[in-house]
């Protein structure tokens, strides 16, 4: 007889909504920032580049050593409860900026936040899911985060629009979830106690990372590579603009991909604890290389497939890769092994996302999704060769 399925533990429902409000907090501000920054400061497109280029390393940087710190120490709720302060801590910063020096630290603020606390939670949600469950627990967290990333933006709009493009008071708004979300994590979370044995390890010594197995390694690889074929998603936006979709009707584009990943998000994981990742993996690639050519060569019908098609493919492969580093790693150094894998992936996508531009710049729109095509292609092959080998 088959043994029931355990119950979905209240901590992580909790962690899930902790995600929701605070991508809802930062998604209010970063929807407008680029505009706030142009037209209310005068800050050239370079220079905002340039911004949101540092942003996203600081993060990349401080990712990998919250993680190994996590592990070090024994305890992920305090380094998880740090990073959301910090984000909350930025919110008002922005609203208070009469100048760009005041943005660009909020902005850093904001993203170091994210860089300690990325890690460390998703270690968390690994030790407190029990194993029978722990994809549907990634795909749960990953749904509820995505809802954030939606609402976010529709919550903007509608703002922007009921106090007249006031783009302060939206700011002052954001802080709201911002500061419920570290409430949230603050009373609502309980982390397990972890072995004594466990604690205290330093795992960037040469050993300790010698204990990360082959297995997790591959899963780096694959999820680097699939990152490659999945660049910004500002990409799908251009694309759906020069198909003809007015400017103002833009944000919709990311709208309707991020709701198929979040409706999409929690089935996906369930389905990741009763059939092979391998094979999940493997529909993922499909769905995307799919979506890519949709891209490269769809009219307009084509192209909103593709963009729906991207959020499925995220929705098949996210919490999928996830649960796939949990099962790889030692318990003592998830945190670590979360750092190592999401450096990885955040390297790629920085490398992708230019390339994109650049492909884009010279062969087009449609070269630029050909090359995304045949990079989930190559994640493919690589996810598959053991079996390929053995066959």
């Known amino acids: 007889m088959t043994p029931p399925r355990p ?12 995600s929701l409000l605070m991508d809802v907090s930062s998604e209010l501000i970063h929807s407008l920032l680029p505009v706030f920054l142009a037209t209310s400061l005068g800050v050239s497109a370079f220079a905002i580049g340039l911004l949101e280029g540092a942003a996203e390393a600081t993060a990349l940087i401080v990712k990998v050593f919250s993680g190994a710190l996590s592990d070090w120490w024994g305890k992920r709720k305090p380094l998880a409860l740090l990073g ?54 990634f795909g749960l967290r990953q749904s509820l985060d995505t809802v ?25 708004a954001a802080t709201l979830p911002a500061c419920l979300a570290v409430a949230l994590l603050a009373f609502g ?54 198909a003809g979709l007015a400017i103002a009707w833009t944000p919709l584009v990311l709208i309707a991909m991020n709701m198929v990943y ?18 999940l993996f493997a529909w993922g690639c499909c769905v995307l290389i799919l979506a ?14 593709g963009i729906l ?14 649960t796939m580093v949990a099962d790889a790693a030692p318990a003592d150094l998830r945190g670590t092994a979360y750092g190592c894998f999401n450096l990885a992936s955040g390297l790629a996508m920085l490398v992708a996302s230019g390339l994109a531009g650049l492909l884009w710049d010279r062969f087009g729109a449609a070269f630029t999704f050909l090359a995304g095509a045949a990079c989930a292609a190559l994640a493919l092959l690589f996810s598959s060769w053991p079996a390929l080998r053995r066959g």
């Open 7 to 18: 119950a979905m533990p209240r901590a992580i429902w909790a962690l899930g909504f902790v």
């Open 309 to 322: 098609g991207w959020g499925l493919s995220l929705a098949l492969t996210q919490g999928l890769l996830a």
């Open 84 to 137: 959301y302060g910090l984000g909350a801590a930025a919110k008002p910063l922005f609203a208070l900026a009469q100048g760009a020096g005041l943005v660009v630290a909020a902005r850093l603020l904001d993203r170091i936040g994210k860089g300690i606390r990325g890690a460390p939670r998703d270690a968390l949600v690994a030790d407190l899911a029990p194993p029978a469950i722990r994809g549907a627990a």
């Open 189 to 242: 979370v309980q982390e397990p106690e972890r072995p004594a044995e466990s604690r205290r390890i330093n795992p960037i010594r040469r050993e300790a990372l010698s204990r990360l197995p082959a297995a997790y390694w591959r899963v780096v690889g694959i999820g680097a590579l699939l990152t490659l074929a999945r660049f910004s998603e500002a990409f799908l936006v251009l694309r759906a603009n020069q």
């Open 148 to 172: 954030g990333a939606f609402l976010g933006p529709l919550l903007a709009i509608g703002l922007m629009l009921l106090w007249e493009n006031d783009f302060r008071a939206v700011f002052w």
């Open 292 to 305: 890519e050519l949709l891209l490269a060569w769809g009219g307009p019908a084509g192209i909103a497939l």
């Open 262 to 279: 979040a409706a999409a998000a929690y089935p996906c994981g369930r389905l990741a604890d009763r059939m092979s990742h391998a094979a």
